[in-house]
T-cell receptor, first 115, second 112 residues
Framework: NAGVTQTPKFQVLKTGQSMTLQCAQD?????MYWYRQDPGMGLRLIYY???????DKGEVPNGYNVSRLNKREFSLRLESAAPSQTSVYFC??????????????FGPGTRLTVL | GQSLEQPSEVTAVEGAIVQINCTYQ??????LSWYQQHDGGAPTFLSY????GLEETGRFSSFLSRSDSYGYLLLQELQMKDSASYFC?????????????FGSGTRLLVRP
């Protein structure tokens, strides 16, 4: 199992450009999440998808859109990037680990810089 | 609103024991999770407490007191590889779904 994968790993954008961050999981999890992490801070929830076909706003949704393409894939789109969106973006899915805990599994992150 | 507080930094010596505290204010509380994150890496799950008391997983233990809105992560026999950031996160039921709300993290530095 690859777990949660994210592409790209790094990206530099100019203000106003758009891009889509891709996320996929192969653990057959229903719930998926997008977070951003700014330096020295915890993760803040942008959007989440409780199940295929549903998406909902988290704590900091402004400037972002999401698509739950199917059960495996959950993408995050920046329509018009701003310097304030410079951050590390983590995708996660939620499921049962081998010890029986219902936890979130995180991807490796996308480091985005907006100039 | 939702808020969590944990110390920003802790330093300890290899082989010692360290405790990282977390206090929270939240509604819809289900439990308290702990995640570890090495520099440049992704958060990884360490432990979860839904009920009061101590959960032990090897060198790591986690404690919860729901009445005090307080928990801690205890790391024993510290190793250099334990140098990382540790996040407490409350699991809440909100808007018909489970969510995690993260604290700002505690940076642990283990010295030789």
């Amino acid at each position: 199992n690859a777990g949660v994968t994210q592409t790209p790993k790094f990206q530099v954008l100019k203000t106003g450009q758009s891009m889509t961050l891709q996320c996929a999981q192969d653990m057959n999890h229903n719930s998926m999440y997008w977070y951003r992490q700014d330096p020295g801070m915890g993760l803040r929830l942008i959007y989440y998808s409780a199940s295929e076909g549903t998406t909902d706003k988290g704590e900091v949704p402004n400037g972002y859109n999401v698509s739950r393409l199917n059960k495996r894939e959950f993408s995050l789109r920046l329509e018009s990037a701003a310097p304030s969106q410079t951050s590390v973006y983590f995708c996660a899915s939620r499921g049962i680990d081998p010890a029986g805990y219902n936890e979130q599994f995180f991807g490796p992150g996308t480091r985005l810089t907006v100039l | 609103g939702q808020s969590l507080e944990q110390p920003s930094e802790v330093t300890a010596v290899e082989g010692a024991i360290v405790q990282i505290n977390c206090t929270y204010q939240t509604s819809g509380f289900y439990g308290l999770s702990w995640y570890q994150q090495h520099d440049g890496g992704a958060p990884t799950f360490l432990s979860y407490n839904a009920l009061d008391g101590l959960e032990e997983t090897g060198r790591f233990s986690s404690f919860l007191s729901r009445s005090d809105s307080y928990g801690y992560l205890l790391l024993q026999e510290l190793q250099m590889k334990d140098s990382a950031s540790y996040f407490c996160a409350v699991r809440v039921w909100m808007d018909s779904s489970y969510k995690l709300i993260f604290g700002s993290g505690t940076r642990l530095l283990v010295r030789p």
